[in-house]
């Protein structure tokens, strides 16, 4: 019987040894698939970073009367996202009032550079609106060999020039203001001393900046202090 028993317990444990190896020897089909990606954030820039170094005035001397056209001045978007801006031109004088000066402006946005006679036509177009019947805004389509060009003029009202702050535009308010990648927007100034203004500006400096800020074309972006 001992034998026997002996016996029986072999052929189990054989039994457990022969089926445990017999389960790894089992072939499955199996497949994989993967994904990656990464996000950078996108550059908000204008002039690529820079102050505007040409002067919105050469230094000359004027009279009453006389209109004195500025230097045209570029503002770019050197980044890589489309961005709202916001102008504002201060001035202010040294003595006597501001209520003496017309304040006007052409601007042209654009992404190929325009032909020389295009910035002639626009200095031409700023002097008519300073002679002209109305200070309203006019608005006009140029176009040339490099393309179309979008062109703003404006005479600035008497309560707009005393105020010694213009607001220029406003990207979320005039799509003219919007600079879309790769876009330009050149921009001069001109200054009239009108004809009432007597002695007392004769040697009257005249000063003035403009500020130029972008903000994300995004709903509820705002514009940095």
């Known amino acids: 019987m001992k034998k026997t028993k002996r ?23 199996t497949a994989e698939t993967n994904a990656s990606g990464s996000l950078e954030s996108g550059v908000l820039e204008i002039n690529n970073g820079q102050d505007i ?14 209109l004195q056209y500025g230097n045209w001045v570029s503002i770019s978007n050197t980044g890589d996202l489309d961005a709202h801006l916001k102008a504002v031109y201060t001035h202010s004088v040294d003595n006597a009032s501001l209520e003496g000066y017309s304040v006007g402006y052409m601007a042209m946005k654009y992404t190929v ?13 700023l002097d008519n609106l300073f002679n002209g019947t109305t200070n309203e805004r006019s608005v006009a389509k140029l176009s040339n060999v490099s ?11 008497e309560d707009a020039v005393t105020s010694g702050e213009i607001l220029l535009g406003e990207g979320s308010e005039d799509s003219f203001w919007q600079l879309d990648e790769g876009q330009y927007i050149d921009l001069m100034v001109g200054i009239k001393l009108e004809d009432s203004a007597g002695n007392e500006y004769q040697g009257v400096k005249y000063d003035a900046a403009l500020k ?13 202090e």
């Open 7 to 29: 016996f029986l317990l072999g052929t189990t444990l054989a039994g457990v040894l022969i089926a445990t190896a017999g389960m790894g020897t089992h072939s499955w089909f």
């Open 53 to 66: 170094e040409e002067p919105l005035f050469a230094e000359t001397k004027f009279a009453p009367s006389q």
């Open 113 to 125: 550079k325009p032909g020389q006679d295009v910035y002639e036509d626009s200095k031409i177009a």
């Open 147 to 157: 393309g179309d060009v979008e062109v703003y003029g404006e005479v600035l009202s």
């Open 212 to 224: 130029v800020k972008a903000k994300q074309t995004d709903n509820g972006a705002e514009y940095a």
